[in-house]
Each structure stands twice: as structure tokens, then as C-alpha cells.
């Protein structure tokens, strides 16, 4: 008879105790059952249930609908006294299941009218000292004198309807209900004051320069349609000023009449180049078309700074056509000069564009349109191929805002031509965010004005991985885990979390911007790896595009493309404020002995089936164990231990036992969580001969305990020293107990502060 070789450890003292303990307890009243708090129960509690419209595995429903809105728009900019008169005409169709009473059109001007709420909801103190001109505009001026005036609302035969303004939000009201896949079609005419946006904020309006000239970015310039959809209904939560916008797909036909010297760019397709680029800035356009490597100029300085000194009382009228876009936006003035370079893509040859002032040369001659191209590259191999014509950055001092195919961007140098990497590299990451916001949110259109995360957090993670392509030195800000940590070592109970409203974010940088980026990341890096993740990743975003997804799209088509549980990582990173902190709360070094100690003798397994003086076994004592003879404190080896020796010879071949390990070393390690945040544990193993590795441990090894987890360690060399997440993986916040034997590990974060 063969015997049967069982390796027993000193951890069966505690056993015992556990055993013991329970006999003692039979006798009590039992407590009573308690809700159900493990870090890896399943979301159903907190996620929408899946429907028609939108299944479980986070894609669109067979019912799915969405409604569309088309535009036909007429503007004209009156430059020198700073107005914007339009008419629109709208053509709206529901392809929703129910028919609908009235509509709701979103104007979001309004916010900036004198009668505005958004100036009332903000806390206020008095400031010590103040500024004559600071004083002045606080407390003594009428403020600016925004917000849409209506002419007039029209039905398709010109008759009046009737409507009702509440702030920002119009709510159209219908003569008869909108059946689906009926259309309805309605006329609005309008004017508003373009505010200068340096003096009295916005995320649109003018910059003025020295010389009277100005530089124009004109967003929300229009009254546009609301969303309607299977998840709020009407989206018209009033804008505030922080929440941005829910928008519905179109198409749009836009006609910009300004004045005859101004340079433009837009949403869409200009339609009619021959009548506002002269005859050599057509044949640059030409070949800047087929240039794949460096931009193009097509207005040139010279050019630029002679129109800059006429201030043309003629006009020209410049037509746009967009398929398929959320929004409109453009930029003119007379300032522009403008170069433009083509980008291949795998399928598609989009334009990559910068227009600017002489002002921003020559770092936007330099850097801008290359940095465009560059966001276009790696988003569309993250996503889809970019499918809209152009991609525009725009010079406009500070600015950081997005629409379809055009941007607004901060970051010029100083007035001498000189700048330094800050400015530099501030311009490029800015440009880089902004022109990636056509995938997030202009094209997979998530809600804005609900969940800021959506379109700032993946569009921060997509930065991220640009700004390291266009510069593997590029000093990111966003992105890597350990930026995040002087965050979360904050204190986390009065922060609310990522699933928050866009109006209730706390640290509105770090939680819808920074965290949830961090944490896909984290995903990217350390949960899932790149191959899970990225198909992941690239199905939501193909699965969405030019569609309205929710959370809980995004967290399920995550899961359902990689078969890799999230649940405890959404409810912890974007559900909750818990953070990050492992730690090392004991190592034990086992030695090979040959006696059982006396409490092994004594003790009988609960099965009955023997005792450990019954034999031959092979016994692992804890060196501090008191019958733990110190002779025995040496490296093991198979010689020493003849019963093993003999079981080795007799069941394996030469070939088999070339494969066997040699472990000499024996380690149990106990690993703590005194932060609440799960995160898997990655941990370097440091040898005495000076090599290491490093093994990794999923989070699901948590999952039976919240607090502590063990891992055995048996090694052929000396362990000296373990470190938990020696490269910074997890964002852990206290490094300081990640090390054992006890010491710091706090010069890595001190290095990155240093870069």
C-alpha cells in the first residue's frame, strides 16, 4: 500500500480554535440574517432592467428608437455690433411607439439673459478686497443682456403656435398629437446678443483683440430639439451652465452670411468654396487633400493680416451641409489663416484642419492640425474609422469646447513667438480632448446633461492613450493610476460619486474627467488586459454609435465582450467614493520539520479518518512556533525528507521530474484591505541573489472575505523583501504598508511629483 503524503501546516492551530469555537456556539440562539453587502454580489439592485430596447448584453433592443431632427438655417453675424440674427426650419419625425402632445426645444442662450436662474443657485461671500473694474461689474452693472428674443414660432403654413417658455426650455405645444413615424414641421426666427466670452464667460461668443477685431466660436446660437427617448422621455432638465446637452441626430443645411474678409470654418461640408476661397487658396485646398505627412497652408499669414486691417462692410454667404450630426458650430473672423493635411484611415481619407489668428504662430503652425491628425489615428483604431468629412481645431484663447467636427481651443505663445512645454503641451492635450469628443459624445451621443463621465471620462481615457502616441514623453495629467491618488486620499464622505448628475459632481475635474478615466485604465492595465479590453471597448463603441447609450449599456457590453465579471468594479470605482489600500498585515517563513509538534499529535481531523501521529507525514512549522527546533531553520531539500524522495523516484518518470519545481522556501502571507475599493493583489517577490518577480492575484480573491486574503508562497530562493503593487497599478493610497519587511515605498510617488 502506497502512502499517502499530505503537507500540514501551522495554520490548522487555528482551525482547531475556529472548531472549538463553533461547538461552544451550537447551544446558542441563532442571529438573524442580514442583507446581502459582499463587494461581489450582482447589480441588479442598482442597473435598469434590461427591455426591448436595450438588452441585457448592453445592446440596442430589437424596439429600439431614436428621433431625428432636421435643420434648414439661415444666419447672419453682425460683426461690429456683436448680434446674430436667424430663422430656422425644422422638420421633426418620431419614430417613438407613442404619439406625442407637444415638443420641447432647448434654448440655451436663455441661460445667459438677465432673467437667467443660473446666477442664483451658486453660494456666495463677500471677497476682502476687490478690483475697481471687479467691484464695478459685482455690484453696480446690469450684467450682459443675453438670451434668445423670439419673433416668431410658425406650423408649416405659417400660422402661430403656441408655446411656452420655462428658462431655458420651450415646450411647443401641438394641435393635434405627433403619431409615430409622422413628421411635423415648424419655423422659428430669432436674434441675440454674442456676449465676449473673456469678460462675461460661456462656452461660445467673441474674443477681442487689440486692433477692434474679433474672433467669433458661435455654439447653442439656435433653439434645438430636446431628446426623446425609452429612458427619461423628454431630456429638459433645464441647463444650468454645467450640465452640457442631449441632442438628437439630423441633417443640416446651414447658410452663414458675415462679412466678405472673414475666413470660416463649420460643422459639414462647405458647399460652395469657388465663392468664398479665391482661385490659389482652391488649388491649395486641392492638394492639401492628397498630403498626408505635414499640413498644408491654404490662408496664409500674409493673407490673414491684410484682411485683419480692412474690416469689409460687404458680405459673403458660406452654405454647409452636415448628414447625421447632433449639433452645429462654427468659428469666422477676419484674423484666420487656416492649413489643413489629409489622414488615412483604414476605409475613409478625412480632413484634419486648424484655423488661427497670427497670434497663436507658430505653435499652432507647428503642432495643431498634426496633433488632430493624431487623435483621429488612434481613436478610430480604438472605436470605428472616424466617418464625418473634417476635423477642425480652433484657435480661441480660453476655450476648451467640442461640437460636431469643430473645436475650440485654448494655448497660445507669448507675444514674442516663444512658449514654453507647459504651454506647449497644455495646447495639445486640450486639442487632443477636444477633437476626440466627435466619438464621445458627437457620434456614441450619450446623455450630457445627465452623466458628464460619459463623454469627459472615456474621451479622458482616449487622450491618454493619444497624447502617448503623439509623444511617448508627453506629460499626461490624466489617465495613469497613481495620478489619481492625491485625489482619492482625500476625504471621500463628503464627495459624491461617479454616478452622479452632471450639476451634483463634486471635484468636477477629478471625478468626471480623472477617476473614471483612471479606472478604465486600471481595466486596460491590470484587470482585463489590453486584448479584453480593447474588443470590449471597441464593440460599445460600435455597438452606439450615432445612437443615445446609458451606463448601463457601457457596463454591460464591457462584460458581455469579454466574459470578465465587472460588477464589484462598476459598484465600487463609479458606485461608491471607496478608494484603494492594500497592505501586507503578516509574513510566516515555514520550515520543514521532522516532528509534529505536540498540538498536531493531540488533534483529530473532524472527518475521523486519522490523526497526525498516525503517519508518515511531511510537517511545515512556523519558525516562531514555540516546539519550532531552530536547527531545522534551513533551506529545504528533497534529500532531507526520504518519504518524499521515495514517492518522487517511484511515481515519476525522468522526463516528469525535469518539470518538477525545487521549492527551499516556504511563505504564508497575509494580505489586508483597509480601504474598501477591490482591486486585485500584485505583488514582487524581491530574491536574496537579487532577481524578482512579480505574481498577480484577480480581485475575485476577495471575494469570501472583505478583509483578509492568504497566499502561500513556496520558492526555490530566499524571499528579502515583497511589495504590493510595486509599479503603481491599483491607485493605491498608503504605500507605506505595502512592504514587507516593514519599510517605505513612497519615492515612486515622490518621483512622479518631481516629472
Known amino acids: 500500500m502506497k502512502t499517502k503524503l499530505t503537507l500540514i501546516f501551522c495554520a490548522f492551530l487555528t482551525f482547531i480554535g475556529t472548531i472549538n469555537a463553533q461547538e461552544k456556539q451550537e447551544d446558542k440562539k441563532r442571529e438573524p440574517g442580514h442583507y446581502n453587502e459582499n463587494k ?48 430656422e426650419t425644422v422638420t421633426y419625425t418620431n419614430n417613438s411607439p407613442e404619439a406625442l402632445e407637444y415638443l420641447w426645444v432647448q434654448l440655451d442662450q436663455n441661460m445667459r439673459s438677465r432673467t437667467s436662474q443660473t446666477p442664483l443657485v451658486g453660494n456666495e461671500r463677500i471677497s476682502a478686497a476687490l478690483t475697481e473694474d471687479r467691484f464695478a461689474k459685482e455690484f453696480m452693472e446690469k450684467g450682459f443682456d443675453g ?35 409622422e413628421k411635423v414641421t415648424f419655423s422659428i426666427k430669432w436674434w441675440y446678443n454674442v456676449n465676449n466670452y473673456r469678460v462675461d464667460g460661456g462656452r461660445s461668443g467673441y474674443e477681442e483683440f487689440e486692433d477692434g477685431n474679433r474672433l467669433f466660436v458661435m455654439a447653442q446660437f439656435f433653439p434645438r430639439m430636446a431628446v426623446y427617448n425609452d429612458v427619461e422621455g423628454w431630456q429638459n432638465m433645464q441647463f444650468w451652465g454645467r450640465g452640457e446637452f442631449a441632442l438628437v441626430f439630423g441633417d443640416y443645411d446651414v447658410n452663414i452670411t458675415v462679412p466678405a474678409d472673414h475666413i470660416m470654418e ?30 498644408v497652408v491654404i490662408v496664409t499669414q500674409e493673407e490673414a493680416e ?24 462654427f468659428s469666422t473672423s477676419r484674423k484666420f489663416m487656416l492649413d489643413a493635411m489629409a489622414v488615412q484611415l483604414a476605409t475613409v481619407k478625412p480632413m484634419a484642419i486648424s484655423i488661427y489668428p497670427k497670434e497663436a504662430n507658430p505653435l499652432w503652425g507647428d503642432f495643431s492640425t498634426l496633433a488632430v491628425a493624431q487623435t483621429l489615428k488612434t481613436y478610430s483604431k480604438h472605436t470605428f ?38 504651454t506647449k ?47 511617448a514623453n508627453f506629460p499626461t495629467s490624466r489617465g495613469p493610476a497613481a495620478k489619481i491618488v492625491p485625489y482619492m486620499k482625500g476625504n471621500q464622505k463628503n464627495i459624491a460619486p461617479i454616478m452622479s448628475n452632471s450639476e451634483n459632481i463634486f471635484q468636477f475635474g477629478s471625478n468626471a474627467y480623472g477617476k473614471p478615466a483612471t479606472g478604465l485604465n486600471i481595466l486596460r492595465e491590470t484587470i482585463m488586459g489590453h486584448e479584453l479590453f480593447d474588443h470590449a471597448f471597441k464593440t460599445y463603441a460600435q455597438r452606439w454609435k450615432f445612437k443615445h447609450p446609458t451606463p448601463e449599456d457601457f457596463f454591460r457590453t464591457m462584460e458581455d465582450a469579454s466574459a470578465v465579471d465587472l460588477d ?44 497526525f501521529n498516525e503517519g508518515p507525514f511531511i510537517y511545515l512549522v512556523d519558525e516562531n512556533h514555540k516546539e519550532f527546533d531552530k536547527k531545522n531553520k534551513k533551506a529545504f531539500d528533497i534529500k532531507d525528507v526520504k518519504i518524499l524522495e521515495d514517492y518522487v523516484n517511484e511515481h515519476y518518470t525522468a522526463e516528469q521530474k525535469r ?13 489586508s484591505k483597509p480601504g474598501g475599493m477591490i482591486m486585485p493583489i500584485i505583488v514582487e517577490l524581491q530574491f536574496e541573489d537579487g532577481t524578482s518577480e512579480i505574481q498577480k492575484f484577480p480581485a475575485q480573491i476577495w471575494r469570501m472575505n472583505n478583509d483578509t486574503a492568504k497566499r502561500v508562497f513556496a520558492t526555490d530562493k530566499k524571499i528579502v523583501k515583497m511589495q504590493l503593487d510595486p509599479k503603481l497599478e491599483t491607485a493605491d493610497i498608503d504605500v507605506e504598508n505595502n512592504v514587507w519587511p516593514a519599510g517605505t515605498a513612497k519615492s515612486k510617488f515622490d518621483d512622479l511629483e518631481k516629472k
Open 659 to 671: 518539470d518538477l519545481k525545487s521549492p527551499k522556501f516556504f511563505y504564508e502571507v497575509e494580505f
Open 568 to 611: 464589484w468594479f462598476w459598484r465600487g470605482w463609479f458606485y461608491s467614493t471607496d478608494y484603494v489600500d492594500l497592505g501586507i498585515t503578516e509574513v510566516k517563513e515555514y520550515y520543514v520539520a521532522t516532528e509534529p509538534t505536540s498540538e498536531m499529535k493531540n488533534f483529530k481531523m473532524r472527518t475521523g479518518r486519522f490523526t
Open 385 to 422: 474609422d472616424y466617418p464625418y468629412p473634417k476635423a477642425v481645431s480652433v484657435s480661441a484663447e480660453d476655450q476648451g469646447m467640442e461640437y460636431p467636427m469643430i473645436c475650440w481651443n485654448y494655448g497660445r505663445p507669448d507675444k514674442d513667438g516663444t512658449y514654453t512645454d507647459r
Open 306 to 329: 491684410k484682411a485683419e486691417k480692412g474690416f469689409s462692410d460687404k458680405k459673403k454667404t458660406w452654405n454647409f451641409k452636415a448628414k447625421n450630426v447632433r449639433d452645429f458650430g
Open 266 to 295: 463649420a460643422t459639414g461640408e462647405l458647399q460652395n468654396r469657388k465663392d468664398v476661397y479665391t482661385a490659389e487658396q482652391i488649388k491649395r485646398w486641392e492638394k492639401a487633400e492628397n498630403t498626408f505627412d505635414k499640413p
Open 425 to 471: 503641451y497644455g495646447m495639445l492635450g486640450v486639442i487632443i480632448h477636444e477633437v476626440g469628443h466627435n466619438y464621445f459624445p458627437m457620434i456614441v451621443n450619450s446623455d450630457e446633461r445627465q452623466w458628464t463621465w460619459m463623454d469627459e471620462g472615456l474621451n479622458t481615457f482616449l487622450e491618454y492613450l493619444t497624447e502617448l502616441e503623439f509623444d
Open 147 to 181: 438670451g434668445f428674443n423670439l419673433d416668431y414660432v410658425r406650423d408649416a403654413k405659417g400660422n402661430p403656435m403656441k408655446y411656452t417658455i420655462n428658462h431655458t426650455m420651450m415646450r411647443i405645444d401641438l394641435d393635434k398629437p405627433l403619431k409615430t413615424k
Open 40 to 87: 461581489f454580489r450582482q447589480m441588479y439592485d442598482l442597473l435598469a432592467t434590461p427591455n426591448m430596447f436595450r438588452t441585457a448584453s448592453g445592446a440596442p433592443g430589437p424596439a429600439y428608437y431614436q428621433q431625428q431632427a432636421d435643420y434648414k438655417i439661415n444666419v447672419e453675424l453682425d460683426d461690429k455690433n456683436a448680434k446674430l440674427y436667424g430663422t
